[in-house]
Nanobody, 124 residues
């Protein structure tokens, strides 16, 4: 059974960096597009970034373009989200999710399995 586990969250000062990991078990990620989402307290879940199954196509929310980078290592069955120049408004629980197929967008409805999330807090 597919399981996604996020890690790498934590407390960081504004301007700092974190790298989140999304490790899959139970299946190979080669055939899955992966999305990263986040949900801040009192707000709806929003798409942050997504990557195609081969890694050849990526997309980002406008709010993170130029600061976040999504990548994947299918040999390690892991997808990453490198977050630089973090801002307090990036504070949220970050989730990864999988879509069986080559490519998906950043609508949460497109994704089937979700991890449990990892907390990212940006504060001085």
């Amino acid at each position: 059974q597919l399981q996604l586990v996020e890690s790498g969250g934590g407390l960081v000062q504004p301007g700092g960096s974190l790298r989140l990991s999304c490790a899959a078990s139970g299946v190979t990620l080669d055939y899955y597009a992966i999305g990263w989402f986040r949900q801040a307290p009192g707000k709806e879940r929003e798409g942050v970034s997504c990557i195609s199954s081969t890694g050849g196509t990526t997309n980002y929310a406008e709010s993170v373009k130029g600061r976040f980078t999504i990548s994947r290592d299918n040999a390690k069955n892991t997808v990453y989200l490198q977050m630089n120049s973090l801002k307090p408004e990036d504070t949220a629980v970050y989730y990864c999710a999988e879509h069986w197929g080559i490519l998906a967008g950043m609508g949460s409805y497109e994704y089937d399995y979700w991890g449990q999330g990892t907390q990212v807090t940006v504060s001085s």
